[in-house]
């Protein structure tokens, strides 16, 4: 079963940038995405990649401001988060596509205010 580790939350000002990692441990898939929550609210998709990279979908909401990208190498996938708002705030996850695994990880928090 795969797992995943975030990483590289933080407090930020709105306006800063900043890098998720998500290292993954065993058979990778496909697609990845990032996805976020925050309390009350469902869990959403925010950005997601094939294998290659080379196909990538955005939520409107971080359209032009998030990156995302993987190294298959280190089994990694990584959102740079550029421009944040404070309605950026969450915890994020990233997971398989479009079939998420049950084995979510901790999630990294984000939180962006002044």
């Known amino acids: 079963q795969v797992q995943f580790v975030e990483s590289g939350g933080g407090l930020v000002q709105p306006g800063d940038s900043l890098s998720l990692s998500c290292t993954t441990s065993g058979r990778a898939k496909y697609f990845m995405a990032w996805f976020r929550q925050t309390p009350g609210k469902a869990r959403e998709r925010v950005a997601s990649?094939?294998?290659?990279?080379?196909?990538?979908w955005y939520a409107e909401s971080v359209k032009g401001r998030f990156t995302i990208s993987r190294d298959n190498a280190k089994s990694t996938v990584y959102l740079r988060m550029d421009n944040l708002k404070p309605e950026d705030t969450a915890v994020y996850y990233c997971n398989e596509f479009p079939d998420p695994s049950d084995a979510w990880g901790q999630g990294t928090q984000v939180t962006v205010s002044s």
């Open positions: 990649l094939n294998w290659a990279g080379d196909v990538t």
